[in-house]
């Protein structure tokens, strides 16, 4: 699986944004997706993730009721909306998967497929 994140931008406080990953590859429907953000200086952080069935998705204390993940299977593409936007969501953006039996993780290294990221700065 090959992913390709798009989307970033400057954005003010309080506003939002949509970030794309798009996959290619069969087994993108199969894959447990997840989005993971990193800031400078920083470890890279789990945002959310959403299993290949859409049934189950968790997200970060942080982000959750702001930021809402999706996929489109058909399309081989996985969503990240932001709304609400903090200066402390400024970080670089990836998108993640794997196609596992196993329960999802929101650990960083449980994931074998990467995009190369977007950024994404909230200032004003």
């Known amino acids: 699986v090959q992913l390709q994140a798009s989307g970033g931008g400057l954005v003010q406080p309080g506003g939002s944004l949509r970030l794309s990953c798009a996959a290619s590859?069969?087994?993108?429907?199969?894959?447990?997706v997840a989005w993971f953000r990193q800031a400078p200086g920083k470890a890279r952080e789990f945002v959310a993730y959403m299993t290949s069935s859409g049934q189950s998705t968790r997200y970060a204390d942080v982000v959750r009721g702001r930021f809402a993940i999706s996929r489109d299977n058909a399309e081989n593409t996985v969503y990240l909306q932001m709304n609400s936007l903090k200066h402390d969501d400024s970080a670089v953006y990836y998108c993640?998967?794997?196609?596992?039996?196993?329960?999802?993780?929101?650990?960083?290294?449980?994931?074998?497929?990467w995009g190369q990221g977007t950024q994404v700065t909230v200032s004003s």
């Open positions: 590859g069969r087994t993108f429907s199969s894959a447990t």
């Open positions: 993640a998967a794997k196609t596992s039996t196993t329960v999802a993780s929101t650990s960083a290294g449980w994931y074998r497929y």
